[in-house]
């Protein structure tokens, strides 16, 4: 595969003057074309070490301006990051739309560490490989434009590069002498280099080899490329993605009895007695306030999310765990309509941004399961775009859950005549008239569209390691019982296991590290 980066290319420096200049004019004319566009561009830069990767980002930051550019660096995780899910770092890193961001290494510096360290074997190492793939196609479809450098170099003059650098007090070799070890199993490094490439290497995200011996080589092909991907990708309205999926739904008989829901299954006529309320009320708080330090000592994340009808009891049941909850240890997140900031970014990633460190609790009031249920119906978000969300929401769920997270999901259903009932007394008590609105009233019209959602929703998304409870919620002091006992017996068996024995058992590249720590 490297063979093609040790051909000896060069470029003169008559030439490279010549073509430079040109090269500049080209790309800031494709970066303000790119500001007026929906498109975010992500550029990964890796490859052997002394290949000057970093020499390459600064003759970029040069040539582009650096408003609309950001660089990162993805070296040692610090405090902040580890108790987060790996990936949150990455999110974090994702430029806005019109944008560039350029990534030292990207998610793909910590595998390859990893495996040439040994700390984990070829089938994690393609397991790792295979989300990645996965995140890149779900970057790619929401319009971001991937362009992936490997700079090679051949032993030989990797060696005399390294003896250089290290008289150089300017490089970061003075600085991290321990990176000299990838140089001394090149085989090893290159082996492992190949297999990475070759698993992600697809059209929609590709890599470019570059050879890196001659530096001016080096920074015009790279300058060139990344100007041809980006006015290749101006040129298209629309990223040419794979077919959405899951497929289309099943055709049902027309039969009433034939098209029911889980909904419908619901036997919304549960009660409560007031007395027979307080007493569990008492005890549950008690317990989840317990539960809640336990899961603080432990580093463990509480996640839980609300969903349901309007007027549903979300706002209730919400507020008797957080009433029993030291304020230092939870978060509340109201999600309402995406703000500009959120809209230049893939719908998950103002979930992201959120996700609390190591041992809090937060609660969501409407979550991202926005995206196949209100954007769905309204029309917000295209039937492409909700498709794929089940499979985009489903491995965002397992993350959280593999770092470690409790994570439970509620969904709060009340009937049509309850409803009704709740909406007019909203509108009849002065505290509570902010809490109806008119696209309440609407939603009422498209109860049938939602409840054909709310079932496909939760047969696509509710996992082993993420379930959907069903709240029967005619009665508040009945549904609020039911959330809080949830809550209580879902934290009491999380403690019980170790990250470890979380998420559907498929060990990757980073996941055993994670392990150790615990």
């Known amino acids: ?160 590069r390294l003896k250089e650098l290290s008289r150089d007090d300017r490089s970061r070799w003075k600085m991290l002498p321990e990176k000299s070890k990838f140089s001394e199993q090149y085989q090893l490094f290159e082996h492992v280099a190949e ?135 939870y978060r509340t997140i109201p999600v309402a309509a995406p703000t500009d900031e959120e809209k230049a970014h893939h719908y998950l990633w103002r979930f992201w941004r959120h996700i609390p460190r190591a041992g809090h609790i937060i609660l969501y009031d409407r979550s991202w399961y926005g995206r196949v249920l209100v954007e769905r119906v309204e029309g917000f978000a295209t039937e492409a775009e909700w498709r794929r969300a089940y499979a985009e929401i489903n491995d965002f769920e397992e993350q959280l859950v593999e770092n470690g997270a409790i994570l439970m999901k509620f969904w709060l259903q009340v009937s049509d005549e309850e409803q009704l009932r709740r909406f007019k007394d909203r509108e009849d008590t002065p505290y509570k008239r902010y809490k109806i609105t008119d696209e309440d009233w609407r939603n009422r019209e498209r109860w049938p569209e939602y409840k054909a959602a709310v079932n496909e929703m939760v047969a696509r998304t509710s996992t082993e390691y993420a379930p959907w409870t069903l709240v029967e919620g005619d009665d508040k002091l009945f549904a609020r019982i039911k959330v809080l006992q949830t809550v209580c017996d879902g934290m009491r068996e999380g403690l019980k296991k170790k990250k470890g024995e979380l998420g559907v058992g498929v060990v990757r590249c980073g996941d055993l590290l994670r392990a150790e720590e615990d």
Not at 55 to 79: K, P, Y
Not at 203 to 229: F, H, S
Not at 295 to 308: H, M, N, P, S, W
């Open 195 to 329: 297999r990475v490439i070759r698993q992600s290497d697809r059209g929609i995200a590709p890599w470019y080899l570059v050879e890196a011996e001659d530096t001016r080589y080096r920074d015009l092909t790279v300058g060139k490329t990344l100007l041809q991907a980006i006015h290749a990708r101006l040129g298209r309205q629309q990223v040419v993605t794979e077919p959405a999926t899951p497929s289309d739904p099943l055709q049902l008989p027309e039969s009433q009895s034939a098209q029911i829901t889980l909904l419908d299954q619901l036997d919304l006529s549960q009660s409560l007695e007031k007395d027979a309320y307080k007493e569990q009320l008492k005890r549950l708080q008690a317990e989840v306030n317990e539960l809640a330090w336990t899961a603080y000592k432990k580093r463990r994340t509480t996640v839980l999310v609300f969903e349901g009808v309007d007027a549903g009891g979300k706002g209730g049941a919400i507020r008797r765990i957080t009433q029993a909850v030291d304020a230092r240890l």
């Open 1 to 160: 595969m490297f063979e093609a980066t040790k051909v000896g290319r060069t470029v003169s420096k008559d030439e490279f003057k010549a073509q430079r200049d040109e090269l500049r004019t080209e790309l800031l004319e494709a970066q303000r074309r790119l500001k007026e566009s929906n498109i975010s561009v992500i550029v990964i830069v890796s490859g052997v070490e002394a290949a000057g990767k970093g020499e390459v980002v600064n003759r970029l930051n040069e040539w582009l301006d650096t408003r609309g550019v950001q660089t990162f660096a993805f070296w040692e995780m610090s405090d902040e990051e580890r108790e987060r899910p790996r990936y949150w770092r990455f999110w974090r890193a994702l430029p806005p739309r019109g944008e560039i961001g350029i990534l030292f290494g990207g998610w793909y510096l910590g595998p390859i560490e990893q495996r040439f360290q040994g700390h984990c074997d070829d089938a994690a190492l393609d397991a790792e490989l295979a989300r990645i793939v996965d995140f890149e196609r779900m970057l790619t479809q929401d319009n971001a434009l991937i362009v992936k450098f490997w700079f090679h170099l051949s032993e030989k003059d990797q060696k005399r």
